[in-house]
């Protein structure tokens, strides 16, 4: 069986290089290149954890494949590696189109449930006349919210008022999981439209539902209304765990998301896997 090497394949499909991880290339060239953009905001919960001094962790999981974008689907093999890549690229591009720099925001609350953030981002959208909606519950207290620049100062600053622990801005390029996403989200829509999606070989948690499919018609509508919708890690994550997940394997730089599982499933073990020094220890885990 012939063996193809994933980023060449995918390279080709958007028609230039991509630059490996961890060489010299791969650094500020993540932050230029739309495909690395497209990837970059499904980590936004990571980027508390460089807004959290405390160092607080969250946690992703694998049994069923987890849905936050296109690549778990390519490891299912509910999409080709190259029409993964194509997508990315046209998310990447049609993201950063979507909301002017600087006219978007997004902040995390640390300490706060979902309800608390949900009544924040409400009041907020209400004082300030824009969007603002919760992004991302990530669990262990930790709700994202994202919208209008002025929205989100707002609740920022009703956070505070309410006594929740931190309410700090995020690092990020535009307003992921928002309202003001959906020019990206129909864009998605068309490019969708003639991808082929195939019944992944495992069920899909999909992010904005938090509940399971394996039909490709619902991917391809999943696909498109996680790019407005909150992703429901939490529930997510806990879904897998109450259906019989104990082991989880967070792929790809950083170990944050395998220790918020402490939080959301303590019963479960994790690990991180995103080095090849790393899959020595996975073979042992698994």
């Known amino acids: 069986m012939e063996v193809t090497d994933p980023q060449r394949v995918a390279a080709e499909a958007i028609g230039e ?9 791969g650094g500020e060239e993540e932050d230029r290149d739309p495909l690395f953009r497209a990837t970059a ?9 460089h807004a959290d001094q405390e160092g607080e962790d969250r946690g992703r999981a694998q049994r069923h494949a ?9 490891s299912a093999g509910a999409l080709t590696i190259s029409d993964t890549a194509r997508l990315l690229r046209i998310r990447g591009d049609a993201m950063q189109k979507a ?17 608390q953030a949900r009544a924040i ?11 603002c909606q919760v992004a991302n519950d990530n669990g262990g207290g930790q709700v994202v919210l994202s919208g209008a620049k002025a929205a989100v100062d707002k609740a920022i600053d009703i956070a505070k008022e309410k006594g929740i622990k931190r309410a700090v801005l995020l690092p990020v390029s535009a307003p992921f999981h928002c309202a003001l996403m959906q020019p990206a989200a129909d864009a998605m829509r068309e490019a969708l439209a003639g991808a082929a999606i195939s019944a992944p070989c495992v069920p899909v948690v999909a992010n904005v539902t938090a509940e399971p499919t ?13 790019v407005t919708g ?11 765990a109450s259906h019989g ?25 994790g690990i991180s896997v995103g080095a090849p020094a790393d899959f020595d220890a996975y073979r042992g885990f698994a």
């Open 99 to 115: 909301v002017p720099v600087g006219e978007g925001a997004m902040a995390a609350l640390l300490g706060a449930d979902l309800d």
């Open 41 to 49: 905001d499904e980590d936004v919960d990571r980027d508390v954890e």
């Open 214 to 226: 394996r039909d490709p018609e619902a991917i391809r509508r999943l696909l498109v209304e996680q």
């Open 121 to 131: 981002a409400e009041e907020a959208a209400t004082a300030a006349n824009g969007v």
């Open 66 to 74: 987890a849905l936050t974008r296109a690549s778990p689907l390519a």
């Open 245 to 269: 997940a104990t082991k989880f394997v967070e792929c790809g730089s950083g170990k944050v998301l395998a220790g918020l599982l402490k939080r959301i499933a303590p019963q479960a073990a």
């Open 230 to 240: 909150a992703v429901r890690w939490r529930e997510c994550v806990a879904y897998m």
């Open 17 to 25: 290089g991509i630059a490996r991880p961890g060489t010299e290339e």
